[in-house]
């Protein structure tokens, strides 16, 4: 009738008619970027001096550089840990998402806020490993190691994966454009989706941390961590290199054993 407003509301075909088409891309590496932090060898040396010093521990902190190194030596040399966690990291990393579950594993001294397939609809950029990623694992579990594969394996990797990502984010957007809800689509989606995250940590974490996600030829205890997570560890180990070269140098210098 003349004058009536109507209500018009989209069907689910609709949306999906507007919504953009949204292709598959591909990646092989890691994103790691330092977004902000309160971490520099001072943070160390006043938590540390405090315990003779008192409020006269702030006093110290510029007195004798070749001190200062010797303390924060002595101070991971000998374990005294507590030190370490008076600073912060936070970083933002983007990777696959079975990299995140490896990582959340590491749960003392670290805070995590991840993107989520609930609230957003989920990009579909997917992990597939470059020729570098070595591909076939020989020996048995704790005395295993991996060697390169063949061209005919990089390939069947790189097909076969690419040929699944696109299959799977075709259903997970067929189930979208029904009207199905993005907690329930997201369960047909890969672990080799990448995700996005805010970490947290402070030195002492993240020296954890390093330990066991880095291979390292002055680590006194060897560890195997799968490459994909040791790309991660290694940009935030360059990262806090930059911030506390001192406590770094130590860190190397007893077999990257966290205190």
């Known amino acids: 009738m003349e004058g009536t407003l109507q209500a018009v509301t989209d069907t689910p075909a609709d949306a999906a008619k507007d919504a953009p088409d949204l292709k598959p891309s591909f990646r092989s590496d890691v994103t790691v ?48 840990g507590s030190p370490f966690e008076h600073n912060s990291m936070t970083f933002f990393i983007s990777a696959p998402i079975f990299v995140f579950r490896e990582f959340m594993r590491h749960r003392v001294g670290w ?10 609809e989920l990009q579909p950029v997917f992990y597939v490993p470059d020729e570098s990623r070595k591909l076939v694992q020989e020996g048995r579990p704790g005395k295993y190691r991996f060697v390169e594969g063949t061209q005919a394996q990089q390939e069947l990797v790189g097909r076969v994966m690419e040929d699944s990502y696109r299959q799977s984010y075709e259903a997970y957007q067929e189930m979208l454009a029904a009207g199905v809800a993005r907690e329930v689509a997201r369960a047909v989606l890969p672990v080799g989706l990448y995700s996005s995250m805010y970490a947290t940590c402070n030195a002492r ?6 330990g066991l996600r880095t291979q390292h030829e002055l680590a ?24 506390m070269p001192l406590t770094y140098a130590a860190f190397n210098a007893n077999g990257r054993v966290a205190p």
């Open 205 to 210: 974490s993240l020296m954890h941390f390093l």
């Open 111 to 120: 805070s995590y806020n991840e993107e989520s397939g609930r609230y957003r």
């Open 33 to 80: 970027e330092l977004v902000k932090h309160t971490a520099a060898d001072a943070d160390v040396l006043f938590a540390a001096r405090v315990s003779t010093l008192g409020e006269q521990s702030l006093d110290e902190l510029n007195k004798d550089p070749e001190r200062s190194k010797g303390l924060i030596n002595y101070l991971m040399r000998d374990r005294h």
């Open 220 to 243: 006194k205890v060897p560890s195997f961590p799968q490459r994909e997570i040791e790309m991660v560890g290694e940009k935030m180990e360059a990262e806090w290199a930059r911030l």
